[in-house]
């Protein structure tokens, strides 16, 4: 058995486009493997032995076929193969089964012939292949005639995709005046067709748009630059179009474009040119320092860094001192600012040279000359009406305080700078000078003292004097004239202050009392050395003596030791101080020497009430006893002023209340008062106190003769009615004018109630209270009244008929 060989053979059929190709596949198994061969002598032995006419055949495993291939995007179903065992003899016995990647979803087999089918369009891009399965069984015992298989569908491609750019979009910049050939950009595009299958996926790079400036290569697409010397002040940006074919650019490719934004970056290869070779500029010749005069611009095509300047003006000439120029950093202009005062009436024309220089210089494209360039600026002044301009600016005078007046300080001057020359007229300024100390001349400007100056009082003067012209705008100026009052000696020395010296009972002789001081408005200038003496006498003063202590100082010394306040309290001590002036002045002030009973510590007390005894030279419990009657005295006093204007208040009311009114004796009691009684009738109250109605203070005597009147008015009336009633014409008119007066004077009668009403007013609760005013006799329960009792009535009736009699 070792030299058996057994072929089992396969058969493919495969179909391409166009082409039939049977392919066969031949399995050899070498005798020589001895681990298949005793497995097959096993097998025949063990048939042998049990007497089996049939001989098995080996089973051969994990076969490997070759590969299938089947167009991509071919919508028809069609046989793309065929797989067909040996042990086929076409009875239909063998039965083909297919499994693996698209097995009954993309591919499937004909189970009876073999035959491999495609269900639907492939697309290569998807997936490339497929790794099947196919197994051949015996449909009778339904065992496997050939070992399962494995082969490979290879899907093949077809120019289906377009190239794609990648990385859109492309922008690029590079700078200008580069050399030819420099690299700008690169794209990439890529095409999803299989790169191993022909030329599909083979693309070629060309330029659409862009020529003659770039250029591309085809393979790798590489941008360059073609053209040389790319200006970018002629254009800045160019837009190149790229187009990508596969196909290798063959007919019947696909293609697609892309385009690349190119822009030029600057360089500084321009320099700066003005755009004139002469700029005027006016300016008036008031015009402050740092006014600017005028602007300048040099054109320069670069842009930023490249096309920043500096601007001078050329040092040459004599001019450039007047004037500065500065670059402005946001326009690059020259900006030209005055830097000294200007003067018609010296010079009235500048003319010089300004100069723009690149700050950044490239030698790689122009030269160094090229990068400035100059002009010449050319500045006229203005005339202008000025105000008068004075000789001097500082004007510093002095003058002793003693200086009589009209004295003669100096002179200031001023001149108009015009070509005109007005006259000037000079005055001082009454702010400046408010007490009015000093004149001056309106014509030359002489200033003199005009009245009595005093250092201590005022020691400097500045004075404000105005230039001003006196003919056409008036223009004026203004300057300060300093003055400086010198000292003399005109002032005494004093002390420095109320001193107010004691002397212990206690004191030693030999002792310091009190040091003192003094003080000088003056200023002298080798300062104050002031001297301390007392006044010459006959006899030397025996209790004190004055020691200068040459410092500006004296001290008080106790002569004695035996000071006492039995002896004596006070002692009056003058003192003479005198100045180092020329001449010296000295003045004399006498002191209060106190003696005082001294507290342990030395102290003499100085305030309170012990110190007002010991000044008056009385004990202290004598001063006290005073202040204790003094405040005694006070109070009582105070007293008897208060129970006095009491009772004048209480004499003043009662004379008030008893006070009657100056009325006949029949009216007055009937007037007083009246009002209803409990049972209803009238009730008349004579013995009530009387009220009498407010005095007018200006018509008292009026009034009084007035009444008289009345009274006899009365008098007549009552003796004639008993022949006329209340129905004649003589009573009613007599009736109506005491109405008018009634109404017209609140000062007459009729009373009713004097108590409580002092004027008959529209505001009472019960109205008028006047009976003429009433027209009948009932009583009005219902009215309010003021009065504490019950009811009013009107008076005794004055007309209509009544039982009642009637007394005035």
């Known amino acids: ?32 493997v001895l681990s298949d061969m005793r497995c097959t002598q096993g097998l025949e032995a063990q048939h042998f032995a049990q007497g089996s006419t049939h001989l098995h ?33 076409g009875e239909y016995s063998i039965k083909y089964i297919l499994s693996g990647e698209g097995a009954g979803d993309v591919f499937e087999i004909d189970e009876y012939s073999g035959e491999i089918r495609t269900l639907k369009k492939l697309d290569r891009e998807e997936k490339a292949f497929y790794v099947l399965q196919a197994q051949a069984i015996n449909r009778r015992s339904n065992e496997p005639e050939e070992p399962q298989s494995e082969f490979i569908i290879q899907v093949q491609d077809i120019n289906d995709n377009v190239p794609q750019f990648q990385n859109e979009p492309y922008v690029s910049s590079i700078p200008e005046m580069c050399p030819t050939g420099t690299r700008v950009a690169q794209v990439t595009a890529t095409d999803a067709d299989d790169p191993m299958f022909g030329n599909n996926a083979k693309l070629i790079y060309s330029i659409l748009q862009g020529e003659p400036y770039f250029s591309v290569e085809p393979k790798t697409g590489i941008i360059l630059t073609s053209w040389p010397h790319m200006d970018r002040e002629a254009r800045e940006q160019y837009l190149v179009v790229v187009q990508v074919k596969d196909m290798l650019g063959l007919s019947g490719g696909y293609s697609s474009s892309t385009t690349v934004t190119v822009s030029l970056t600057d360089v500084n290869d321009n320099g700066p040119t003005f755009q004139h070779h002469m700029y005027t500029f006016a300016i008036p010749e008031n015009a402050a320092m740092g006014t600017t005069v005028g602007r300048i611009m040099a054109e320069d095509g670069d842009i930023g860094i490249n096309a920043r300047m500096t601007y001078t003006l050329n040092d040459d000439l004599e001019e450039s001192s007047t004037f500065i120029i500065k670059t402005d950093p946001v326009t690059q202009e020259g900006v030209v600012l005055l830097a000294q005062p200007l003067d ?31 002009t010449t600026l050319k500045i006229v002044v203005e005339d202008v009406d000025e105000p008068p301009v004075f000789l001097s600016q500082v004007y510093w005078w002095k003058v002793p305080e003693n200086a009589a007046v009209g004295t003669v300080l100096g002179s200031v001057s001023a001149r108009d700078t015009d070509t005109v020359g007005n006259p000037i007229r000079y005055s001082l300024d009454k702010r400046s000078d408010t007490t009015k100390d000093f004149n001056i001349d309106p014509k030359n400007g002489t200033i003199t003292v005009a009245r009595t100056l005093d250092r201590e009082t005022t020691n400097w003067h500045n004075v404000t004097v105005e230039a001003k012209e006196t003919v056409q705008n008036h223009l004026s100026s203004f300057l300060v004239v300093f003055i400086k009052v010198l000292d003399i000696n005109d002032n005494v020395p004093r002390l420095a202050r109320d001193y107010q010296p004691y002397i212990c009972e206690g004191t030693q002789a030999g002792e310091i009392i009190q040091v003192l001081s003094a003080v000088d408005p003056d200023d002298p200038v080798e300062g104050h050395h002031f001297y301390f003496s007392m006044v010459p006498a006959n006899h030397i003063n025996p209790n004190f003596t004055i020691r200068d202590n040459q410092d500006n100082t004296a001290s008080i010394v106790a002569r004695r030791s035996t000071f006492t306040r039995k002896d004596r309290t006070q002692y009056l001590l003058p003192v003479v101080m005198t100045d180092s002036g020329s001449p010296a002045l000295s003045s004399t002030s006498t002191l209060t020497i106190s003696v005082c009973s001294c507290q342990p510590a030395g102290h003499c007390p100085t305030g309170g009430v012990e110190a007002l005894a010991l000044s008056m030279g009385v004990s202290l419990q004598t001063l006290l006893g005073l202040l204790f009657c003094l405040v005694t005295l006070t109070v009582l006093s105070i007293i008897m002023l208060k129970v006095r204007r009491h009772r004048r208040k209480q004499q003043e009311g009662h004379d008030v209340e008893v006070k009657e009114l100056e009325l006949p004796e029949t009216v007055s009691s009937k007037v007083l008062y009246y009002g209803e009684s409990v049972d209803g009738g009238v009730d008349l109250d004579f013995g009530h106190s009387v009220v009498p109605l407010r005095h007018h203070p200006h018509r008292r005597r009026e009034r009084r003769l007035w009444r008289d009147d009345v009274r006899a008015s009365i008098r007549m009336s009552l003796r004639e009615s008993h022949l006329i009633g209340p129905e004649d014409d003589v009573f009613r008119q007599f009736i109506l004018d005491r109405l008018a007066e009634a109404d017209q004077d609140p000062h007459v009668p009729p009373f009713d109630c004097l108590k409580i009403y002092a004027n008959e007013g529209s505001e009472t609760p019960t109205g008028s209270l006047s009976s003429l005013a009433s ?18 009535v009107r008076l005794t009736p004055w007309y209509g008929g009544g039982e009642e009699d009637t007394i005035f």
């Open 57 to 89: 055949r080996r089973l051969k495993r994990d076969w490997i076929w070759k590969q299938l291939f089947v167009p991509e995007e071919d919508p028809t179903p069609r046989v793309i193969g065929q797989l067909k065992s040996d042990y086929d003899q």
């Open 775 to 792: 027209s009948t006799f009932e009583i009005e329960p219902e009215q309010p009244v003021c009065n504490p009792r019950p009811y009013l």
């Open 1 to 32: 058995m070792g030299g058996v060989e057994e072929i089992h053979r396969w058969t493919v059929k495969m179909s391409t486009p166009g082409v039939l190709a049977v392919v066969t596949f031949f399995s050899m198994i070498p005798g020589g």
């Open 344 to 374: 018609y009436e010296t010079k009235r024309r500048f003319v010089m040279a300004a100069e723009a220089v690149n700050d950044h210089i490239d030698t790689r494209f122009l030269t160094l000359d090229d990068f400035r360039d100059r």
